[in-house]
């Protein structure tokens, strides 16, 4: 599939933070985010995708969930709409992608229900191709090395591009690590979004991408964003990385933007540093309720010692527990998330947990790929 070119018109009289404004209240009015910091992000992101000839580095979108129909998919319609030359690569081939960012402005990448692709270990390895690009195409200068052609002739192919995906549960940590991370909720009563009508809504999004194109890609605007040297960022290492070139573009918009960005970066990176637990936690209580699930034993009983629930996480090769070093304190620890919390036997002899305690977090917290009740 050719994907156009969009030229750049006369940027004269553009204002950018009007401009920005104008995408975010297109984010407001199809998409119920965690919070205004996260819509900022998301906004600004789509931003930088235009601007990506001038920045650094291509940070990735990450839109995550605990459940499914919480508003991802949409969310990505709505980034799909307003990034720069969007290729929707759910059903690509690693090498088709490798092939499509030949150029100085790369597409914007876009992955759906990414679960599907890094969701278990297995599943994980057989795509480490694509998790390779992700990783690499962060940086300039990151090509991917591939023998092509009868002669086996050694090629470099471009990786650096923007990229947003979105998928239940979490992404490798490396992806993460990389990304703009909003983790979304389901909507509560009360909460209302406007419904999103691909033939009559897309256009005036599309509209306000060429608008972006035509401000972010103006010769005079490029070369104050390759001079740009952010300030005040409260960042550093990689989270400094990965929303510097954000900050970036929110600085060159004015107004009010220069302090949403930094909000925003200070947000979700605080944000993100607390789900590094919630995740880990989430994916324990997964495997306990495959190993209750597949139990022939003591797990099937009313009451569960916390020295066999452990002995059978620790069976499961590919959860690497045992090699992490969990005890049964950190999975005391970890359980308490959802308030689990471990309690004597009835002859007070032996400590554990009663099976009745999970029903409500597997409820709540359903594992990929199950029916959610």
Known sequence: MKIPEIVPDDPAGVDGAELLDRAHAAFRRYCVLPS???GHAVTLWVAATHALPALPAAPRLVITSAVKRSGKTRLLDIVESLSYRPLVAANATTAAVFRSLAAEHPPTLLLDEVDTIFGSPRVAEQNEDLRGLLNAGFQRGKPSLRCVGPQQSVTAFPTFAMAALAGIGGVPDTIADRAVNVRLNRRKTGETV???RERRDRPPLEGIAADLTAW???AEV???LE???PEETGLEDR???CWEPLIMVADAAGGHWPQHGRNAAKKLTDDQAEDDTETEAVRLLHDVEYVMEHAEDALRADFIPSALLLERLHRIEESGWR???LTTRGLADKLATF????KRDRAGKVRGYYRALFADPFARYPTPGREDP
């Open 36 to 38: 205004v910091e996260a």
């Open 194 to 196: 406007a419904p999103f």
């Open 216 to 218: 972010l890609g103006a």
């Open 222 to 224: 490029r070369a104050a």
């Open 227 to 229: 001079a740009a040297v």
């Open 239 to 241: 989270a400094a990385d």
């Open 323 to 325: 090699e992490d070093g």
């Open 339 to 342: 308030g689990i919390r471990s």
